[in-house]
């Protein structure tokens, strides 16, 4: 029994080496050969949307689904079975685009229209960053990421406070041009406003008095400011979570540590001071 427990271990070890790893041959190879999978897949969701294609060659293209969303599914289901997390690899980012790439394939057979959301496939190229060595690349999208979740807060109150001035500006545009300048509901007042606001200026509608011109010019200004607001929010929380990610656990590599954490809060072992 124990043999077999230890035969099993071994047999993960190497699915986990080559299906989440590309530092040996057969890593790259399986790789580069789910890329080209994933490729194909959308490739075949795009061509099937073009109609004299459809008509022609739909049934190459139904069976072409099918089988690669079989080889997506088997897959899905080996990560699943070697991560050495298998809970957290399926929450993870990359658990979820792989789950979502398997799903709209087997809703379509209830809902047709599911099949094009197929394309979510296309996010599973960003694997490709490991074939190409380029995993410090990932890292630092991982940082993103973090970075983004921990100022949701700020930011969710910037979007608010630019909401209400977007109100306020839009019903005082309203009271100044009127209904002959375009402005003929503060909706559409609003309306103005966010595009101004965000330095988009359609056109579609102006102000045409001369202190309506005013106003317009204070809130394009003003647009220019408001852009880098959030810029510096998500910049400051970088700098943290890159701060964070800066030592790696010598044992199993965990990163994102805390700033004064001098073990791994994973295993126990000691922390490195140099990035992995």
């Not at 079975?81 to 799903?103: E, K, N, W």
């Not at 608010?160 to 300048?181: D, H, P």
């Not at 010019?217 to 800066?246: L, N, Q």
């Not at 540590?257 to 140099?274: D, I």
């Amino acid at each position: 029994m124990a043999v077999e427990s230890e035969g099993e271990n071994n047999l993960k070890e190497r699915m986990w080496r080559v299906i989440f790893l590309a530092d040996t041959r057969a890593g790259r190879a399986f790789d580069i050969g789910l890329i080209v999978a994933i490729l194909a897949s959308v490739v075949l969701v795009m061509l099937d949307s073009v109609a004299p294609f459809r008509e022609r060659y739909g049934g190459l293209f139904w069976i072409g689904e099918w089988v690669l969303t079989g080889l997506f599914t088997v897959e899905y289901c080996c990560r699943l079975y070697c991560a050495r997390r298998p809970l957290r690899y399926a929450r993870s980012f990359f658990g979820i685009v792989d789950l979502l790439a398997t799903l709209p394939t087997y809703l379509a057979a209830l809902f047709p229209t599911a099949h094009y959301l197929t394309v979510i496939r296309v996010l599973r190229i960003l694997r490709a960053f490991r074939v190409l060595k380029l995993a410090a690349h990932v890292r630092e999208a991982d940082v993103l990421l973090r970075s983004l979740v921990a100022s949701r807060r700020k930011i969710t109150v910037f979007l608010f406070a630019v909401f209400t001035l977007t109100v306020v500006l839009g019903s005082l545009m309203y009271l100044i041009e009127g209904e002959t300048n375009g402005f003929d509901s503060i909706p559409r007042g609003v309306y103005w406003a966010v595009v101004t606001l965000t330095t988009v200026g359609y056109g579609d509608i102006a102000p045409q008095t001369p202190f309506g011109q005013f106003v317009a010019s204070i809130v394009m200004v003003m647009g220019y400011g408001i852009i880098a607001v959030p810029t510096g929010i998500v910049t400051a929380e970088m700098t943290v979570a890159a701060r964070r990610d800066e030592r790696r656990c010598a044992k199993c590599h965990e990163h994102g540590h805390a700033a004064n954490a001098k073990f791994c809060r994973v295993c126990g072992g000691p922390l490195s001071e140099t990035k992995a």
